[in-house]
């Protein structure tokens, strides 16, 4: 049994831990960028702009698009009524 608690909380705090995702993508004026997604309780912009600093290294980026948007859900079974916090964040960068 200690085992299995060992595993689990190793996975949750790796879930929690988590790391702003990034896709390759092309801006309006046709250079390439990258769209980053930081959404979620566990992350915040600081991880966005950690994450910009990865891809473009020393040369540096222009922050092209950020959006952010805090909103609630909610959901009911049989058990009862569930609701939360979602909080959403991106932002589209190109390296200089």
């Known amino acids: 049994m200690k085992l299995s608690l060992i595993v689990l909380s190793g996975t949750v705090a790796m879930t929690l831990g988590g790391c702003a995702m990034a896709s390759k993508t092309y801006t309006s004026d046709g250079r390439e960028g990258f769209s980053i997604d ?22 540096g980026y222009d922050l ?7 909103g609630s859900t909610v959901a009911a079974n049989q058990f009862g009524l569930y609701g939360g ?11 200089k």
Do not use: H, T
Not at 38 to 59: H, I, P, Q, T, V
Not at 85 to 95: E, N, Y
């Open 64 to 70: 092209l698009e950020k959006s952010g948007d805090q």
């Open 85 to 95: 916090s979602v909080m959403s964040r991106s932002m589209v960068i190109a390296c």
């Open 38 to 59: 930081c959404s979620g309780s566990a992350l915040s912009w600081g991880k966005c702009y950690e994450k910009a600093g990865d891809l473009c290294g020393a040369r």
